[in-house]
């Protein structure tokens, strides 16, 4: 479309039922190439030793590449980086629409291309490399997690240039190392600065949602230490019978330690340094998550053993509370005991295992870090040798608010597609980057969202894509740039715009009626 028509329709507002039609056909037409992202075993470098020279992340990388190069969209550029010892790259750059005032702005989509570990409890006719598709679901390790990613940004550019509507420029990063930690993504975003310019907006599409029926905004993230405490009292391996009773086993003093952190009986961690208040929006926003979607244990389809349940009587609300604004503790792996099948009666001399604690969204991760590994190591059971190596550490992310014309632009595109405002939700996982990002843009809005939800079982067996939800997404998104109103200050001088004040955030933490300042617990 020229681009003289593309900039006259630069404040026309998108057709949904045109934008949706368009998106589905790109959809259709890109679900093969998706699919044979599937079919591409390239694990995160922290899973795969061999990952510098299987080829398997620059196989995964140029198919993405490729597509991109295939799609012609006006004004784009693909280039794949790869730094000596660093995993490979992929950064795409969209000129704006010409001579229209979006060309002034810049949105950053992020997405990765790295997959965790299949793990095991995948169904028999369901392979995480399959690309099966199979009742409106795309199966495999990495189709929403987050190889969808960059297909949909290129879809929701299509669909606005097809139409012949004016977008903001765009830059989009893939990286291959996010299921490691982001390693990597600093040191590319560090070199790429001068090309990424100063960004209006950075988009995370690699997170979860509620349900299939809104589009979600997550509003944070829960940190996360990952660390392994290695217990031993005993130099070798005895005979349980002849010195069980008064040699410790090292499976006692390993849960008598972890009984420090946690309370065994309602899961509760007992660390202060791990504990927060939650801001009274947060918890709004919460009260109507929980009476818009009910149980998580419900709406997420926990797939409970016969008579398995919570252990308590929470409601949903204090149940989405724990999920997005409280630590918790989960054991991963444990090495030292043997499977079953070579078991013996033996009192092992040592067992190593593998934590992770999630923290609070505004909870920086180095004071709980410094009181975990103190509360481990310090007077052990027995006398026995421990050590606590953590291995990652991750603060929390606690999402800003939107600028007005964001704000409109995000509420306009979901009333459009989904026929309702967006829900706003937290989520209880870790996205590294996302305060990183923050660091690097401190000036863009850091909108998170993602097409995850109920039954898609992320980083665990049968993982899939719901592809009708992800074609609503996508659509979405493009709507957003359709609907943007760039700033004052990326406005030429002779185009008028109202001026729109923003919104302060009010975190009373007692009583979100009283302003700031002037209740006792704020002063």
């Not at 879809?155 to 903001?168: D, E, F, S």
């Not at 809104?214 to 005895?238: E, H, N, P, Y």
């Not at 013996?344 to 991760?365: G, N």
Request: hydrophobic content about 40%; charged content about 20%; proline content about 8%.
């Amino acid at each position: 479309v020229d681009a003289a028509v593309a900039a006259g329709r630069s404040c026309i507002n998108m057709d949904a039922a045109a934008t949706t039609k368009i998106v589905n056909e790109e959809w259709e037409s890109a679900m093969p190439a998706l699919q044979e992202f599937v079919r591409i075993p390239n694990l995160t470098p922290a899973r795969d030793p061999e990952w510098t020279t299987n080829g398997l992340m620059d196989k995964a990388t140029a198919h993405v590449a490729s597509w991109v190069r295939d799609q012609n969209v006006q004004g784009c550029s693909v280039e794949v980086m790869k730094d000596p010892g660093l995993s490979p790259f992929l950064y795409i750059e969209i000129a704006g629409t010409s001579n229209s005032p979006k060309a002034a702005c810049t949105f950053v989509m992020y997405g990765h291309l790295d997959k965790q570990p299949w793990g095991d409890g995948w169904d028999p006719d369901i392979s995480p490399t399959s690309g099966l598709v199979r009742d409106g679901k795309l199966y495999g390790r990495g189709a929403g997690d987050d190889g969808y990613a960059t297909f949909g940004c290129i879809i929701a550019v299509k669909a606005l240039q097809r139409q012949g509507i004016a977008h903001p420029r765009l830059v989009i990063l893939a990286e291959c190392s996010e299921e490691s930690g982001s390693p990597h993504l600093g040191h590319y975003v560090e070199k790429l600065s001068p090309q990424i310019g100063v960004p209006t907006a950075v988009f995370c599409i690699d997170s979860c949602v509620e349900d299939y029926n809104t589009f979600w905004m997550t509003t944070s993230l829960r940190g996360a230490l990952i660390a392994v405490m290695d217990v031993s009292a005993i130099k070798q391996g005895v005979h349980s019978g002849t010195f069980g009773g008064f040699v410790p086993d090292a499976h006692r003093i390993t849960r008598k330690l972890l009984n420090r952190v946690e309370d065994v009986d309602t899961g509760r961690v007992l660390l202060p340094e791990f504990h927060t208040r939650i801001p009274v929006m947060r918890q709004e926003q919460m009260k109507f998550l929980a009476d818009q979607v009910g149980n998580p244990c419900v709406s997420r389809r926990v797939q409970w053993q016969p008579g398995a349940h919570t252990g308590d009587d929470r409601s949903p609300f204090d149940l989405f509370k724990a999920n997005y604004w409280e630590p918790s503790l989960a054991v991963l792996g444990q090495e030292g005991l043997p499977g079953l099948a070579t078991a013996s009666p033996v009192l092992q001399p040592k067992l190593k295992t593998m934590i992770a604690v999630r923290l609070p969204p505004t909870v920086e991760h180095e004071a709980p870090t410094a009181a975990l590994k103190a509360v481990l190591e310090k007077d052990p059971p027995c006398g026995a040798k421990v050590s606590v190596d953590v291995r990652m550490a991750v603060s929390g992310w606690h999402g800003p608010e939107l600028t007005p014309c964001l704000e409109k632009a995000v509420k306009s595109a979901s009333c459009s597609v989904f026929g309702k405002d967006p829900g706003f939700a937290g989520c209880g996982g870790t996205i590294p980057l996302m305060k990183m990002l923050g660091d690097m843009f401190p000036d863009a809005c850091l909108i998170v969202c993602g097409v995850m939800g109920p039954g898609a079982n992320e980083h665990g067996p049968n993982e899939s894509l719901d592809i009708e939800y992800v074609k609503k997404v996508t659509a979405c998104l493009s709507m957003i740039m359709s609907n943007l109103e760039p700033d004052t200050g990326a406005w030429p001088d002779d185009v008028p715009r109202p001026l729109l004040k923003r919104k302060k955030a009010n975190f009373c933490f007692n009583n979100p009626k009283i302003i700031i300042g002037n209740c006792l617990c704020c002063v």
